[in-house]
């Protein structure tokens, strides 16, 4: 594969980059990884076009450790990252490196579009003000976010650190401990639901959907769940038409499949796979449409876009839309075990597929070991940036199908501080103890062997699990 990839040289030849980063697909849940129950076209063509990476990773099976990973190419684990609710404050402080600053250093113009979900404002946030630190802070010029995940409020979209459409006398309130008197809960309103939780999910009701967390006001501000798809995709079209004539960053995170999964009429029913499915589908549209924008723009073959997930994926995760009870033979997780959360490869091996026609060759796979951790790294050395490198790897070669090999090893986590590590074919979860204060043993899988984890090896090879153990903790320590 020698002879398809070459280093641009600073200021020579610096390519548009964009990520775009679904939220809880699984490797399973596009065809072109496999899934024969949904058809994904519009990812799909990414894969015709360009690298399929077999082995890419997420650092952990839930969303803000992953995208705290991806966006400071630092293990998230270090600063105790966790899924953190509406009103966190941001968690990426800002003297920290980032992948957007390390692309601002270098001439290009950052933005953020959908899914944030990595805190807001230094605590006590008060909506009905300007909001800092946000994205504008840490990196990016513009942003256009929700601020955590669709089930928790506040329900509202956030521009460049302002809550997009707020009537300042309709001022929002937000509070994850106590309801403001007066208003409906999920918990207590069962009548205004149209759609019910399996688990959680009680508390404020926003166009009939019961969330996490209490929020007051801002009627005119509110998003509509079934228009989200279009005003995300509307949005980081306009991002790269405003800035086509210059080198840009685009992170695209869209919010599907993530619960509450509402497709928009446009693809409710399209699928056999009940709602989890119509929101698949939807979000392989954006990604069609959003494909064909770069087209008319001529902006494909000097752009890499990069398409990937941010854990695995997961069914019923709190709200009964019918995924399990409508999954049939489809398995989300591809080949793999495990789900969103857990410790095994479901929950952290994703889709991630590169395509750039300039330099990467089209239709092809690979299974390197690599990590969005590592794109932060392996970009500054595209550009040839200085860059603090911590956990994150030059991986470029292997992103960018040149090289077959990618990293050795990679620390990853299930849900918590839950982490286990990959080498070569080897995955090891050393012995821990739960919450409960009970010790669970200690699991190594072959997964050349045994790629479906079925099989605990510690105790047949107790000196592998003593090395990836001390290795781990290497890790953990330096
Ligand atoms: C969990 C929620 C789940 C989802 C997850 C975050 C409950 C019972 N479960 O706490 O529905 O919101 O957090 O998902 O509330 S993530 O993809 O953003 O990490
Ligand atoms: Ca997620």
Known sequence: MAGCAGKAKKGENR???????????????????????????????????????????????TSTPSRFAMLTGMYPWRVGASILPGDAPMLIKEDMPTFPKMLKQAGYATGVVGKWHLGLGNGNLNWNEHIAPSPNDVGFDYSYIMAATNDRVPTVYVRNGDVVNLDPDDPIEVNYRMNFPGEPTGKDNPELLRLHPSVGHNMSITNGIPRIGYMKGGKSALWVDEDMYSVFLEEAKNYVKKHKDEPFFLYYALHQPHVPRLPNIMFAGKSKLGARGDVILEADYCVEEFLKYLDELKLTENTIVIFTSDNGPVLDDGYKDMAEELNGVHRPAGPFAGWKCSPYEGGARIPMIVRWPEKVKAGTTSDALVCQLDFCPSFAALLEQPYEVRDGMNVLDALLGVAEEGRECL???????????????????????????????????DLEADIAQQYNLAEKYPERVKEMTEKLNGIKGY
């Not at 076009?49 to 082995?55: A, C, I």
């Not at 299930?414 to 090891?428: F, P, Q, R, S, T």
Request: hydrophobic share 35%; with cysteine; glycine share 14%.
């Open 15 to 61: 390519p548009n980059i964009i990520v775009i980063m679904a939220d809880d697909l699984g490797y399973g849940d596009v065809s072109c990884y496999g899934a024969e129950e949904i058809q994904t076209p519009g990812i799909d063509r990414l894969a015709e076009e360009g690298l399929r990476l077999t082995n890419g990773h997420c650092t952990s099976a």
């Open 411 to 445: 620390v990853l986590e299930g849900y918590g501080i839950d982490l286990w590590l990959k080498e070569g074919n080897w995955a090891c979860i050393p012995e821990y103890t739960n919450r409960r204060g009970e010790v669970v043993g200690a699991r190594l899988y």
